[in-house]
């Protein structure tokens, strides 16, 4: 039973799931935002027969397994032949909805294989399933998209690393993809292949001019989309969706960073190059030029965290404070530790109940499983769970700004070895 | 090989196979069976299932057995499933936004 809204998401999963025969019986959307006695009013007479119906097969077909399609995937499948130019086949491939609504470059074959020349292995083999579509994602599939993407071959290991990432199941790729949350995939490069591919770890890294930054987001982006599944509008249900659905790339500043780099802070080497995946929502921007203190200046960081809108409230996760590197040394100076930052903001980041309407706080409560400890944080719910989902990490140039990227909250991000050749 | 007058480029969308959908299993006749409802646990779900599964008793002899779902960005966990499986002879899903 799916509200009419979401019809066309429940067909197209099962589809992919090869449970199309499963029945769906629809009833008027919204459910949710309306009162108990209207909810009421969905379930119809007609709905009534229709899940009856269902469950016994009356008024079915018998549903033996049926086929899939029209067979042909297979025949067309790995290349298309596209009469004209290079301009035709570009518009074919907007027309297919295989491109971000962007320009994107032709992956032709010398193209596509100048690309897997930076990477191992056979390009055929499997790098992990892409929900919702269920789609086995080969290091070919990356190489095309990232060619797509206007990526120089030597980003491709960040990608393969950055779609590996993705498969670590409290990453939650499938509630990512099919969200109506606007997350986008942050994609955050340590250690010293960002400096060998030329990323921005400084000025403007999350915004434009940066081929590297740019491109690999944008490549994981279309990884998602073109083999994952979550085309806009159809398995992507982001109401409002955002910019950082384009791309959304950066490198850790680890120059002006006054605490371990975050890599080593998890346990990598220092030679290792990593890259970490976050469904996160565009940077909320944290400016502060007026403290001169870490303790002032943590203040306006937890302030602006204590939202009640935010996904972070509800299910807690991890979210993630970019500090620029003024900020951040203006708290290493007040004797913080990166573990000290996270103490504090999990301690002073809280949203009291007061604030909450009782029937928000009833979803919020209910979402995030705390119902049980309302009491005890009458005072202030915590952003995240425990200090340690508050992840802080340094990037960006001279100025007193910082950044907060709310997380999906249902989701924790995953950080996975890169693999240069 | 290339075609004179065509372009030759790779798909970026992998190959997606054809496969049989998995049959469903019905029910005989809803009379003494035990349904299982289990909403994604977004606002008002729990009280169109509740209502859904009244309105069905007054027609048919069943048990109903509701469940719920912490999250609902997350997958039911494994053993709230195999619980389902185990107690209910079907199950009806209620997606709600």
Request: proline share 6%.
């Amino acid at each position: 039973m799916v509200t009419a809204m979401f019809a066309d998401l429940a067909g197209s999963l099962l589809k992919e799931r090869h449970e199309a025969s499963l029945p769906v019986v629809q009833v008027a959307h919204p459910v949710g935002g309306i009162s108990v006695t209207e909810a009421r009013t969905r379930i119809t007479d007609a709905v009534v027969r229709g899940v009856a119906s269902s469950l016994t097969g009356e008024g079915a077909s018998s549903s033996p397994g049926t086929p899939e399609g029209d067979g042909s995937a297979g025949a067309d499948a790995g290349r298309i032949l596209i009469e004209g130019g290079e301009a035709d086949a570009l518009e074919e491939f907007h027309q297919r909805g295989w491109t971000d609504g962007l320009p994107v470059v032709l992956p032709t074959e010398d193209r596509v294989k100048a690309a897997l020349r930076s990477v191992s292995g056979n390009p055929l083999d499997p790098i992990g399933c892409l929900l919702p579509r269920n789609a086995a994602a080969t290091l070919l599939d990356i190489a095309i998209n990232a060619v797509m993407a206007g990526c120089r071959p030597e980003f491709l290991p960040v990608i393969v690393a950055a779609i590996e990432a993705t498969q670590e199941a409290d990453f939650n790729l499938y509630g990512v993809q099919t969200t109506t949350h606007n997350c986008g995939i942050l994609v955050i490069v340590h250690g010293p292949i960002s400096r060998t591919i030329g990323m921005n770890s400084g000025h403007n890294c999350l915004g434009n001019g940066n081929r590297a930054n740019a491109t690999i987001g944008r490549a994981v982006r279309l990884v998602l989309q073109n083999v994952g599944g979550a085309t806009p509008g159809e398995l992507d249900k982001a109401t409002l969706g955002s910019p950082a659905k384009f791309t959304y790339c950066f490198a850790e500043n680890e120059e002006k960073t006054p605490w371990l780099p975050f890599r080593t802070a998890l346990g990598f080497k220092a030679e290792e190059s990593c890259v970490t995946v976050v469904a996160a929502e565009a940077p909320h921007n944290i400016n502060d030029h007026g403290s001169s203190t870490a303790a002032s200046l943590l203040n306006t960081i937890a302030q602006t965290m204590a939202t009640v809108g935010n996904n972070n409230l509800y299910v807690g996760g991890d979210t993630y404070l970019i500090l620029g590197p003024e900020h951040a040394r203006t708290i290493a100076d007040g004797g913080f530790s990166r573990e000290g930052v996270q103490q504090v903001l999990y301690e002073r980041a809280r949203v009291a109940t007061a604030r909450i309407t009782p029937e928000k706080l009833a979803e919020l409560s209910s979402w995030g499983g705390y119902e049980n400890r309302l009491e005890e944080w009458k005072e202030g719910i915590p952003l995240v769970r425990t200090p340690g989902d508050m992840r802080v990490i340094v990037a960006g140039g001279s100025g007193k700004h910082s950044a907060w990227c709310p997380t999906f909250g249902a989701t924790r991000s995953a950080t996975r070895r890169i693999h240069e050749r | 090989m290339t075609k004179p007058g065509f372009v030759h480029a790779y798909m970026p969308v992998g190959v997606s196979e054809t496969g049989m959908s998995h049959p469903v299993h019905r029910l005989e006749a809803l009379s003494g069976k035990r349904i299982g409802f289990l909403g994604n646990g977004k606002p008002n779900t729990d009280v169109l299932l509740e209502t859904l599964a009244a309105e069905l008793k007054k027609q048919f002899p069943i048990e109903a057995l509701h469940f719920r779902k912490q999250i609902p960005s997350l997958a039911a966990p494994d053993e709230l499933i195999a619980e389902i499986r185990d107690r209910c002879d079907a199950v009806v899903l209620a997606v709600g936004d």
